[in-house]
């Protein structure tokens, strides 16, 4: 079993810049597809990306494309998402998860096994 802790949300004004981390604990995150969610109040966890297991490989919501990068690092066991130029939709609560599937890439939460906590992202206008 692996737990997950993602941590570097907060407040930031739209345009701006915020990178999370996911550290991983009690296995090698090399054996899983990472993927990163988001839930805003009043609304359904929705995917926002996804890397594959050699970092290789990364897949992306439409909303996100161009602005988020996904990236891991297999050294520190750990995930990385850099969000830039954020918007005030951006808001919501941000999650890691990793999948034991290899379709993990199709963003859809119930293919993920281990989730985190999740961490706050609030973008202000």
């Known amino acids: 079993q692996v737990q997950l802790v993602e941590s570097g949300g907060g407040l930031v004004q739209a345009g701006g810049s915020l990178r999370l981390s996911c550290a991983a604990s009690?296995?090698?995150?090399?054996?899983?597809?990472m993927g990163w969610f988001r839930q805003a109040p009043g609304k359904e966890r929705e995917f926002v990306a996804a890397?594959?297991?050699?970092?290789?490989?990364?897949y992306y919501a439409d909303s996100v494309k161009g602005r988020f990068t996904a990236s891991r690092d297999s050294a520190k066991n750990a995930v990385y998402l850099q969000m830039n130029s954020l918007k005030p939709e951006d808001t919501a609560v941000y999650y890691c998860?990793?999948?034991?599937?290899?379709?993990?890439?199709?963003?859809?939460?119930?293919?993920?096994?281990?989730w985190g906590q999740g961490t706050q992202v609030t973008v202000s206008s």
């Open positions: 998860a990793a999948s034991n599937t290899w379709t993990y890439w199709r963003g859809i939460s119930s293919l993920y096994d281990y």
């Open positions: 890397i594959s297991r050699s970092g290789s490989s990364t």
């Open positions: 009690g296995r090698t995150l090399s054996m899983y597809g």
